[in-house]
């Protein structure tokens, strides 16, 4: 129903008395607040003093016709869906309205669901861009932190905790959920903001060269060490060293991190001084470290050492509206990198954009907006814009009484339709050399299966 006690409001025009009523009746069975007009005049009246948000009218009728009033309300009512009934035999005009700005038409003879569920999706999309218009382009809560669900507000709260303490800080949550800006955000918001913040993906750098990136070494230490150099720990002295997918490390690699988390010294490679670091550890990964603890993979001593505050990050399919709020954000900004103005998404692409699991998350979203904004043509983006495995497909189902070679040929001749007869392409996708091709199309042609 929209806002808390909120009833959306429907306007029905029709000039038939009887189809109106019918109509009224079945939708304030619905909670839906409903106004009626026989007549585009009396329709344009109602809409001039109540706001309404779903006009449903029939096409044909005296006067001045559906059709008008669909543009009409199109081009001076932006927050009003619109939606067209009308007979079998004007299909045509209906299919006009929805070209012009209807949302969906609807054919009688129709039954009272097929009436509820046109209503409700056309309200849904309605509520759904409203939502997206009601956004502010500068909304950053927390630096850069774009969110307002109530687990993402829990996640800053954790956020502010964790920046008034010297406490090592673990960060979980599936990967591209924003860990590093998590650990940024904490970061700038404590006492060590003036100092070096580090980021470091232990999961990138090759096990040998870890240690000697992380704690530096002296010159001579091996071969190709032709001067001292200090690692990522020196670097961040006084500030915030940032580990992120620390699972990724030794089981000899983290005794040396755990002497750093005990001691607040490091060994530089080819060095047996210790040096003193005055740095704060926050430490990610998007593995479950109390399990690998269990199959001996991660130092249950060392996990313990990091798991001083734990701040778990939501995938983006848990956390609600915050995606409209960052396809928002995400739209502007790389409107104004590629220096385009005004640049929206279709209602249907961002059903899709919102229905979609985002298995990569945040980090996902941003790269499928900004490609989106930076390929597109126009100011407006469509389904055909996304991603192919965004948008609806149909799975072929062979039947299993066929032939192992009756699907072959199927198979084949289909992999040649997709790659516009290309064989080279098409052997490379089957897995064949072109020759072998070329003897298996001979066969079908033979062979060919009416």
Same mark, same amino acid.
């Given at each position: 129903m929209g806002a808390i006690g909120k009833k959306q409001k429907i306007l029905i025009v029709d000039d038939a008395q009887d189809t109106l009523e019918v109509i009224r009746r079945n939708l304030v069975s619905k909670g839906y607040e409903i106004h009626t007009a026989q007549s585009v005049n009396q329709a344009i009246e109602v809409m001039n003093n109540i706001r309404i948000d779903l006009v449903i009218t029939d096409l044909k009728m005296p006067g001045v016709g559906g059709i008008e009033l669909v543009r009409f309300v199109e081009e001076n009512y932006k927050d009003t869906e619109i939606m067209v009934i009308t007979g079998y035999a004007s299909i045509e005009s209906a299919v006009k309205a929805v070209k012009i700005g209807a949302e969906d038409y609807l054919a009688k003879p129709f039954t009272d669901e097929e009436l509820f569920l046109s209503v409700r999706q056309a309200l849904e999309k309605l509520s759904m861009r409203r939502k997206v218009n009601n956004l502010k382009a500068d909304y950053t809560p927390l630096n850069g932190i774009i969110g307002n669900s109530e687990i993402m507000l829990n996640v800053l709260n954790n956020v502010r905790k964790a920046a008034m303490t010297q406490a090592t800080v673990i960060i979980t949550g599936e990967s591209g959920t924003g860990k590093e800006l998590i650990a940024r955000a904490i970061h700038y918001n404590s006492q060590r903001s003036s100092s070096p913040f580090v980021p470091?993906?232990?999961g990138a750098i090759p096990e040998e060269l870890l240690e @000697?990136?992380? /704690? $530096?070494?002296?010159?001579? #230490?091996? %071969? $190709?060490? +032709?001067? %001292?150099?200090a690692g990522f720990f020196q670097t961040a002295d006084g500030g915030t060293i940032f580990l992120d997918e620390i699972a990724e490390t030794s089981?000899?690699?983290?005794?040396?991190? *755990?002497?750093?988390l005990q001691d607040k010294e490091i060994y530089m490679v080819g060095s047996r001084v210790p040096r003193k670091v005055d740095i704060r550890i926050i430490a990610a990964t998007n593995k479950d470290l109390l399990k690998l603890v269990k199959k001996e993979m991660f130092r249950e001593d060392l996990f313990y050492r990091l798991n001083v505050i734990s701040i778990e990050l939501p995938a983006l399919k848990e956390r609600g =509206? =915050?995606?409209? *709020? *960052?396809?928002? /954000?995400?739209?502007?900004?790389? @409107?104004?990198? #590629?220096?385009k103005e005004s640049i929206v998404i279709s209602d249907n692409a961002l059903t899709i954009l919102k229905e979609y699991s985002w298995p990569g998350n945040v980090r996902e979203l941003e790269n499928i907006i900004q490609r989106l904004v930076v390929m597109t043509d126009t100011d407006k983006i469509e389904v055909t814009d996304l991603p192919i495995h965004m948008r609806y497909c149909l799975e072929f189902? @062979? @039947?299993?009484?066929? %032939? *192992? +070679?009756e699907v072959e040929r199927e198979y084949i001749l289909n992999v040649l339709s997709t790659t516009n007869n290309n064989k080279t392409k #098409?052997?490379?996708?089957l897995g064949i050399d072109r020759k072998t091709l070329k003897e298996k199309l001979k066969e079908i042609d033979e062979n060919k299966i009416d």
């Open positions: 470091v993906n232990c @000697s990136e992380l /704690f $530096g070494y002296m010159k001579g #230490a091996f %071969t $190709g060490a +032709k001067e %001292t150099r089981l000899s690699m983290q005794v040396k991190l *755990l002497r750093v =509206d =915050d995606l409209l *709020l *960052l396809i928002n /954000f995400f739209v502007k900004k790389y @409107s104004k990198e #590629a220096g189902k @062979s @039947s299993c009484e066929k %032939t *192992l +070679k #098409a052997s490379r996708i």
